[in-house]
């Protein structure tokens, strides 16, 4: 059974979602709080979290923001905010959709039925990968069995969709890749997000590892050089 966290403070809200969810056939937790919410996820992480923006205390972009630098599981957002700017910011900290109040809940329920099942696909192919890919003079490597990544020998922790990118752009070191392709292939052509989510999540890879050659092609995308040069 797939446990799905509710993070909403509008208890008629928390009700009807619980009901449908149910239905389907989730194991649902329900809270109030962001704080209420991180410390589930560090005691007993569940497959994917409904998130509200607007919660007392911290707010839901905090939150999403915490679990996406640890996991790359499921995040949907709720918000009465319809605005574009809203929208995006919520989609580039990390969240996997985003859905404005009022809403279907038939359509929400439809929208995690999809995120779980892309969800349990991706945990089978990882857990299926084989093989190993090794960059240039030993700097960077990658390890597709464990998911483990080395950058001058030292390991690095990184999440799902970090070593999605890279794995891509270890495939054909120097080639340019396209912001549009880097999308559709670490998040799924079904994605509906800024591109500028790719710009996020190379600007995490460079913090976590100072110096990888991952150079900006400005106006179009990233490559990954032999060498290391200008990013």
């Known amino acids: 059974m797939q446990r799905i966290a509710v ?36 005691s007993h992480p569940p497959d994917l979290w409904i998130l509200d923006i607007m919660l007392p205390g911290m707010s839901g972009y905090e939150l999403c923001k915490r ?38 809940p038939r359509e929400l329920v439809a929208r995690v039925n999809r995120h779980v099942k892309r969800w349990q696909a991706y945990e089978k192919t990882k857990q299926s990968s084989e093989g190993q890919g090794v960059y240039g003079n030993g700097l960077l490597r990658l390890d597709p069995n464990e998911r483990r990544v080395f950058w001058q020998e030292e390991e690095v922790e990184v999440t799902s969709k970090e070593f999605e990118l890279l794995s891509i752009l270890i495939e054909q070191l120097n080639r340019a890749y396209s912001r549009e392709e880097l999308l ?48």
């Open 7 to 42: 993070v909403e403070d509008d208890q008629h809200i928390r009700d009807i979602v619980n009901a449908y969810l149910e239905k389907e056939g989730y194991e649902v937790t329900l809270m109030e709080t962001a704080e209420e919410g991180w410390s589930l996820w560090e």
């Open 184 to 231: 559709d292939r670490v998040w799924g052509e079904d994605y509906f997000g800024s591109d500028r989510a790719v710009d996020d999540l190379v600007k995490r890879i460079r913090k976590k590892m100072p110096d990888i050659p991952i150079e900006t092609v400005w106006g179009y995308g990233y490559r990954l050089r032999e060498q290391g040069g200008e990013r």
């Open 67 to 104: 679990i996406r630098e640890e996991s790359e599981v499921p995040i949907i957002i709720i918000s009465a905010r319809d605005e574009e700017v809203d929208r995006v910011l919520g989609l580039e900290l990390g969240g996997d959709d985003y859905i404005t109040k009022p809403f279907s």
